[in-house]
C-alpha cells in the first residue's frame, strides 16, 4: 500500500475546501475588510433583544481569533481522515446534520443563559460547529496507540487532538459553551435522534454537482468519492485510515526502542527499519519487513501473546494469524506489530 496517497487532502475536498475557506474568509476580515467585523459577532442581545437572527450564520463563516483559526485549521487536518473513511458525500451529510444540531444547541444554551443571568460574553466565531462534533467518532473510532508517558500521563497518537479542542474550548465561557454544544450534536447524530441521518442527506445530484465543478476546482477530478457508497466497512479502507493516523507513530517508538538496545543492534534494526531507513538497505526482500528481527527470535521459546492486544489488532482489520506472528515477533509490543502489520499489508 501506498504511503503516499495517504498524504496531504487527497480524497478529501470538503476538507480542503473547508479550511481553504475558513483561512481565507479569516484574513481578508483581519486586512482589508476589518470594519466588517461586527457583522459576524452574535450575543443574546443582538440575537434576542434585536432580532438579528441572520449573526447566527455569518458567525460561521469566519474565525476574528486568530489563535482559534490556527487550532481549528489543525483539527481540520487531522480529521480530513473521516472523508476519506466515509466518502465526501456522506461527510457532507455528516457535517450538515451535525452543525445543525450543534446550532439548536448553542442557541438555547445561549437562551438559558439570558434568562439565567450568567454572563457569557460574545461566542467565538468560525464553523466550529463542523469541527467539535468531529471529536465524537474521533474518540469512538480512531484506535488508540500508546507512544509515551509525560508524569506517568500516557500520551498517544490522538493525545494532540484533544489538547488542541482543549484549548480552543477553554478560551472564554462563551468557547466552553460552543464546545459543549458541539460535542453533544456529535453525540446526538451518533445516536441517530428522531432518525436525523435519514433526515439530512446530501441529494445525489448535488454531490455530483459538487464533483463537477468544486471537485474539479480543487484537483480532485474524478476521484473525488462524491458518491452513495459506503466505503469504510472494508478491510482495505480499515488500513488506509490506520495507516495515516499510525505510521509516524509506530516509526517514532520503533525507533526509540531500537536506540535502546547495543549500538550494534541498534544499527543493524535501524538498517532494516521502516520509513528512509528501510531504503538503504541492500537485501531485496528485506528491510520493511523486519526480516532480521523475525530471524534473530528464531530458535527462542514464543512469547505468550496478549488476547487483548490480539483482539485490538483484529478489530483494525487484520487477520487473526498475522496478528499472532506479529505480537511473538514484536514480543507482545503493540506498536512495533502494527508496523509489522503495516509493512507486510
Known sequence: MSMIANKGFKQAPVCKFLLGSAIGSSLLLQLPLKQFQGYFIYTHTSLFDKGQVWRILTSKLAFLDLKDLFVCSLLIYYFRVFEKRFGSRKFSSYL????????????LAVYACRTLEIPIGPLPTGPLCLIYPMFVPFYCDIPRVPLSHIWGVPMTGKSISYILGLQAASSS????????????????????????????????????????????????????????????????????EMTERLEQQVIWQSVQQQLQQTPRAAAQNLVNGPGIFGAINNNRDGGVRYRNLEENVQGQEPAVVSEDQVRQLVEMGFLDNQVRN????????????????LQNS
Not at 96 to 107: D, K, N, P, Q, R
Not at 327 to 340: E, Y
Open 96 to 107: 450538515l446534520g451535525s452543525a445543525l444540531v450543534s446550532t439548536i444547541l448553542e442557541v
Open 173 to 240: 465561557p462563551g468557547s466552553m459553551v460552543v464546545a459543549i454544544c458541539g460535542l453533544l450534536g456529535g453525540i446526538l447524530w451518533r445516536c441517530n435522534l428522531c432518525k436525523i441521518q435519514s433526515l439530512v442527506k446530501i441529494p445525489g445530484f448535488i454531490g455530483r454537482f459538487c464533483q463537477a465543478t468544486f471537485g474539479r476546482l480543487l484537483g480532485e477530478g474524478e476521484n473525488t468519492h462524491m458518491d452513495t457508497t459506503q466505503i469504510g466497512a472494508t478491510i482495505e479502507i480499515q488500513r488506509q
Open 326 to 341: 506479529a505480537l511473538r515477533v514484536a514480543n507482545n509490543d503493540i506498536a512495533v506489530a502494527t508496523n509489522i502489520l
